[in-house]
């Protein structure tokens, strides 16, 4: 007798098994594909440099970068730093997310243990058999299956699965930035440095001419004013000094809060050691695709949008469910687990959405609009990407002509200062033309460490804008 009924349910199983089957055949979920984009012909604002299937993005870091400090403070960065590992429990979240997602193709099952005890009346129809009371011991097993006819779980899966990319690109795209951070402001901090040394230089100097300017007063040849002003020059130098060493100072402490360590003294090397022996290259535009992490999250972030809207569109449609409840029922609790208490239940049906106060089409009409932002938002990232391209690429070309300039004017008014400072010792310059001269110099050197920093930062942000750090 139980296996007739189970050969019975299992042909009704297996009847609405292939008729879920064949109805899904009727639909299949719109698979996405790239936009054409229009915005990847001409990203890159320049002319002078050849444009690639190479791009510098593709080096690693340990690469690109040769100063053995601050390779080993951007690998330490990678590992401790408090948004890269935000960026990780991210990534987690996601994962889990997109598991749960790839998990909607099994069924649902639950096993509930059960005792119920009910007290009837006397005088009710069944308080006369029972004797006033009924107690029923139970063993439930409920199951229950949607099949994906309209393609609407094979598309919450990708949707997870687009997540959890965007996810890692994300996490990538902190990476980027925390190179580049990294890489930013150690060369800042070299800078600092590098002005230090040369205003203690010039504080030597103006120590020693203050000596002398009072020399010259003793014999007559200059003012007390003159005194006076060499006297201010001097001590203008020794507060540059002292603004020079607050801003190292701070500037350690935005290293290693970069780091994700407590600030202590940074170990470094030296402004002139610095050099990139890596080409510059831009590839073509269509690497940021692949590069720009920014960019892919973008995509991502349009693909997601792109299954959401296939999930709105087969809310339409009807959704076959399939339901089976099996277990033990018995008065007797001796009797639970014996044949006869055995009891199967299935349940097939189709539900169709007729009046539901609009809210899947207003849940399409919002997916929709969300796919299209999502579109936007990606082509948008790529004008924003060839933007910092080339923005980077020209301020590169143009620190590299400068510093020549600059260099140029520091050996012009260092050879003015030595020539005004002879003339004033022998009585045929005025003092002021040497102060000026000197002020002149100093600013010059100063601009000088700025232009190599500004070169390197360039040469830093470029590498960034292509995508660049996380490999």
Known sequence: MISKINFKLVNKVALLVVVSITLQSCFVAKEYKRPKLEETEHLYRTDNLPQDSLSVADISWKDMFTDSHLKQYIE????????????????????????????????????????????????????????????????????????????????????????YLQSVAAHQAVKTQLVSAIASTYYQLLSLDAQLKVTNQTIVTRENSVETIKSLKESGQVTQVAVDQYIAQYNNAKALKVDLEVAIFKTENVLNLLLGRTSITVERGELDEQQFTTEITLGVPANLLRNRPDVMAAEYGLVNAFEMTNVARSNFYPSLTLTATGGFQSLEFDQLFNTNSLFANLVGGLTQPVFNQRKIKTQYEVAKAQQEQAL???????????????????????????????????????????????????????????????????????????????????????YEALGGGWK
């Open 76 to 163: 330490e960065g990678l590992q401790n730093n408090l948004d890269i590992r935000v960026a990780i429990q991210q990534m987690a979240a996601a994962e889990a997310y997109m598991k749960q997602g790839k998990a909607g193709y099994f069924p649902s099952f639950s096993l509930n243990p059960q005792v119920s005890h009910q007290e009837l009346s006397r005088n009710s129809q069944f308080g006369s058999f029972f004797n006033g009371g009924i107690t029923q011991y139970s063993v439930n097993g409920n199951l229950s299956w949607e099949a994906d006819i309209w393609g609407k779980i094979h598309s919450n899966k990708r949707a997870g699965e687009a997540g």
């Open 376 to 462: 936007l938002n990606f082509k948008k990232s790529l004008l924003v990407a060839g933007n910092e391209v080339s923005n980077a690429l020209f301020s590169y070309q143009s620190e590299t002509k400068k510093i020549e300039y600059r260099q140029e004017e520091v050996e012009a008014l260092r050879q003015a200062e030595s020539n005004s400072e002879i003339l004033l010792n022998n009585g045929y310059a005025n003092y002021l033309d040497l102060l000026t001269a000197r002020y002149s110099a100093l600013n010059a050197e100063l601009n000088v460490i700025d232009s190599k920093l500004q070169q390197l930062l360039s040469v830093v942000n470029l």
